[in-house]
């Protein structure tokens, strides 16, 4: 969905880089203290199965929603200006990117104008290292993302994704 960039848009993006710095410098042992500034960084109480090792980047963290028992492994990419729904017990390989917004390919908006759609990644999911999971993607509860995949299209559920397009290839369980 084509929209102007909102609003207040560079503030929340030089917010997101102060917090997420200050998250980057934190001692990986130090859980309780990545907690407290993740909290911070998103807006939202985490519970203490939240499990994550620097660094983290992310564009604005008001936008991402985590579940109970969420592992984000190191070097992982929040692009949340469309919105990340992460449910419970997910895990999430290091280098990950989840990109919620872009640019419109029309070259005369391009400059002032996003595109954006929420991402949802369902319980239970993993999702492998190097995964790009693109904006309005909803990934189902159970599956795995194979390392390396870029998904553009919905993951059903209980499914094995891989390949550039991402696609399923074999259902599990």
């Known amino acids: 969905m ?3 960039v909102p609003r207040g848009f560079r503030e929340r993006v030089e917010r997101a880089i102060r917090l997420t710095e200050r998250l980057n410098a934190l001692p ?3 859980q309780e203290a990545i907690r407290t500034t993740w909290a911070e960084l998103t807006g939202r109480p985490v519970d203490e199965g939240f499990h994550l090792i620097p660094p983290v ?3 604005h963290g008001v936008n991402i929603r985590l579940g109970h028992n969420v592992f984000v492994n190191q ?4 692009n949340d200006v469309g919105g990340i729904e992460i449910e419970d017990d997910v895990m999430i390989g290091p280098s990950v990117s989840l990109i919620t917004s872009g640019h419109p390919v029309d070259p005369s908006p391009r400059r002032s104008g996003i595109t954006a759609a929420p991402i949802r990644i369902g319980r ?3 999702i492998g ?3 790009m999971i693109m904006q309005g993607v909803t990934v189902g509860a159970d599956s795995v993302i194979a390392a390396g995949a870029v998904v553009t299209r919905d993951v059903p559920p209980a499914t094995l994704a891989a390949g550039v397009p991402a696609r399923v290839v074999r259902h599990l369980g």
Request: charged share 20%.
């Open 2 to 4: 084509r929209q102007p």
């Open 28 to 30: 990986y042992g130090d």
């Open 57 to 59: 980047y992310s564009d």
């Open 75 to 78: 070097g992982c990419r929040l």
């Open 124 to 126: 239970n999911a993993w």
């Open 129 to 131: 290292a190097s995964a």
